[in-house]
């Protein structure tokens, strides 16, 4: 069953400047954020599946969701687990996110007087000012109750919790990335060579010819 739509607020913004500011603003910060996803896909997998890396660029946001949770999926054992919970609670977050980001991304602005007459005939203006609106393209005119709407507070609260998911996602991605350049200093140069030719084996860029320059055969070992 749909959601009964929130009642306008009565009193909007006093101009459409400052709605057209807010809604750049928060896309700004979305775009942030999936720039933000993007990194984490790539620092999980770029290594191994570059193409995968170069598709996730090109894809749509819902191919981009189903990749990086696959992402996680496999290689999500590089993560504490407190860093895949908050980066699996921010993804989340941010899915919920996504239809609000579209009512900012596609809506207009419109400054309408919404008035109600009551039984008495005495007529009340319920609502005034601009605000953030379906388009008209949706069907008819906008009465109290359309499908959404917005004001800077609502646009700047989504854009809040957009920086707040980021961050997150940021800080969790820092920890695992720091840890892992730890870890590869204390094993020293000649153990990231030989990683580095590992993953030159598992994306064939080393030809097979080439291995026994490199590894002694197994009888040997």
């Not at 770029?46 to 090109?58: G, R, S």
């Not at 008209?136 to 646009?155: D, K, N, V």
Request: aromatic share 8%.
């Amino acid at each position: 069953m749909a959601k009964k739509p929130k009642v306008m607020p009565a009193k909007g913004e006093e101009s459409a400047a400052v709605i057209y500011a807010a809604v750049g603003s928060a896309i700004s910060w979305w775009e942030a954020a999936e720039d933000a996803l993007m990194d984490l896909f790539g620092i999980l997998c770029k290594d191994v599946e570059t193409i995968a890396y170069k598709t996730y660029v090109k894809a749509s946001r819902a191919a981009r969701a189903s990749m990086l949770d696959m992402a996680i999926e496999t290689y999500g054992h590089r993560m504490l687990e407190d860093e895949r919970s908050e980066i699996a609670a921010a993804i989340s977050r941010l899915k919920k996110l996504s239809t609000v980001r579209n009512e900012i991304a596609h809506g207009y602005v419109s400054e309408p007087t919404i008035s109600e007459t009551d039984a008495d005939g005495v007529t009340t203006i319920v609502a005034e000012g601009c605000y953030l609106l379906p388009a008209l393209s949706e069907g008819g005119w906008q009465e109290r109750t359309p499908r959404f709407h917005h004001t800077t507070a609502s646009i700047l609260a989504f854009e809040e919790d957009v920086r707040d998911q980021r961050w997150t996602i940021i800080q969790a991605k820092t920890r695992m990335m720091l840890r892992e350049q730890r870890d590869d200093q204390k094993t020293g140069s000649e153990w990231y060579m030989q990683r580095r030719m590992a993953l030159d084996i598992v994306t064939r860029r080393l030809p097979a010819a080439e291995y026994s320059r490199y590894f002694k055969p197994m009888a040997e070992w």
